[in-house]
């Protein structure tokens, strides 16, 4: 498959999980830190029907596709907030409001373990998209 090809996906993989997040956030007025753990998930296993193998590119793609998830949600809910107080659709409060303004609204939105959880799905997706693996120990203990 083509380095464009795996692109778009992971571009599409981001993006859905990104938009599913924001919608299941702004349908409960709760940030939702640990869906980052299932948009983890959703990469690898968009990486692993992609059938790539397990390398330093696919834990790149990993870790890269999953902080672009987490930013564009992030993004997506802060413009779901200042939608209303701007009297504008979510989506063209999306295209309106700034990074400096996402960044605020999400340190009041999402709390540490929220941060802890978005960090640590980041490093999983890089994790899992090396190849490791949890080994079990052999014999008793």
């Not at 802060?78 to 999306?94: N, T």
Request: charged fraction near 10%; aromatic fraction near 8%; charge should be positive.
């Amino acid at each position: 498959m083509s380095r464009l090809k795996i692109g778009l996906w992971c571009l599409l993989a981001a993006t859905g999980m990104a938009a599913l997040w924001a919608i299941a956030a702004t349908a409960t007025h709760r940030p939702l830190g640990w869906m980052a753990l299932l948009t983890a998930l959703d990469v690898i296993a968009m990486l692993g029907l992609l059938r790539l193998a397990p390398d330093a590119t696919r834990a790149g793609l990993a870790g890269a596709s999953t902080a672009l998830s987490i930013v564009l949600a992030w993004w997506f809910i802060a413009a779901s907030q200042m939608a209303p107080m701007l009297g504008l659709h979510p989506l063209q409060s999306l295209l309106r409001i700034g990074p400096h303004l996402v960044l605020s609204l999400s340190v009041a939105s999402f709390d540490r373990f929220d941060l802890a959880l978005a960090a640590a799905s980041i490093a999983l997706a890089t994790a899992w998209g090396s190849g490791f693996t949890v080994r079990k120990r052999r014999g008793g203990a």
